[in-house]
């Protein structure tokens, strides 16, 4: 079993940035692809990025590529979405999710553990 538990949300400014953190417990956090998703109220979630478990591969929406970027420490159990030059479009619940499985890194159902989420709110 693995817990996922995100952090670092809140409120800044348009252009700024935030680094969002997924601590997961349990001893087997190597094995895992880990997915950032997003939700903005009356919307669909959507996928954000993703860090695969074999060579920490990463892989981006086409709205945050080149702003957002994922990374991971596995020694730390811990994976990182760092947020740079803000939208208030970026304002969301964001979440982090794991799987063992293969398939598209965008597919949401191939994920089976969810973090809680944490709100990233971006004002302009």
């Known amino acids: 079993q693995v817990t996922l538990v995100e952090s670092g949300g809140g409120l800044v400014q348009a252009g700024g940035s935030l680094r969002l953190t997924c601590a997961a417990s349990?001893?087997?956090?190597?094995?895992?692809?880990m997915g950032w998703f997003r939700q903005a109220p009356g919307q669909e979630r959507e996928f954000v990025g993703a860090?695969?478990?074999?060579?920490?591969?990463?892989y981006y929406a086409d709205s945050v590529k080149g702003r957002f970027s994922i990374s991971r420490a596995n020694a730390k159990s811990t994976v990182y979405l760092q947020m740079n030059s803000l939208k208030p479009e970026d304002t969301a619940v964001y979440y982090c999710?794991?799987?063992?499985?293969?398939?598209?890194?965008?597919?949401?159902?191939?994920?089976?553990?969810w973090g809680q989420g944490t709100q990233v709110t971006v004002s302009s």
């Open positions: 349990g001893r087997t956090f190597s094995s895992f692809t």
């Open positions: 860090i695969s478990r074999n060579d920490a591969s990463t």
């Open positions: 999710a794991a799987r063992t499985d293969g398939g598209f890194f965008y597919d949401m159902s191939t994920y089976n553990k």
